[in-house]
């Protein structure tokens, strides 16, 4: 069973940065490709980006490019999200998410697995 725990999250002023850590268990990860998603008050759940495990492969949404750098550490299984420059509309719960497949997908209903998400604030 495979097991994602998010941490880093937190309040932050815009232009400012954070990386939110998202621990994955349970699972030999190769054939795996892991999501990060976010959902504003209101709103729909919102890919940002993902990573496929094996080979490194990244995939970026339109808001994300530029600013956000996914990145996975093989021998922590571990993935980041690194976020520079924050604006007050990325504000929401973030979320990894785990899809056995290697081809990435952007859509929530193809990953099988969630952890708990992670409160992102950006305050203008």
């Known amino acids: 069973q495979v097991q994602l725990v998010e941490s880093g999250g937190g309040l932050v002023q815009a232009g400012g940065s954070l990386r939110l850590s998202c621990a994955a268990s349970g699972r030999t990860f190769s054939n795996y490709c892991i999501g990060w998603f976010r959902q504003a008050p209101g709103k729909g759940r919102e890919f940002v980006a993902a990573?496929?495990?094996?080979?490194?492969?990244?995939r970026y949404a339109d808001s994300a490019k530029g600013r956000f750098t996914i990145s996975r550490d093989n021998a922590k299984d571990t993935v980041y999200l690194q976020m520079n420059n924050l604006k007050p509309e990325d504000t929401a719960v973030y979320y990894c998410?785990?899809?056995?497949?290697?081809?990435?997908?952007?859509?929530?209903?193809?990953?099988?697995?969630w952890g708990q998400g992670t409160q992102v604030t950006v305050s203008s």
């Open positions: 998410a785990a899809d056995r497949n290697v081809i990435i997908a952007t859509t929530s209903s193809r990953y099988d697995s």
């Open positions: 990573i496929r495990w094996s080979g490194g492969t990244t």
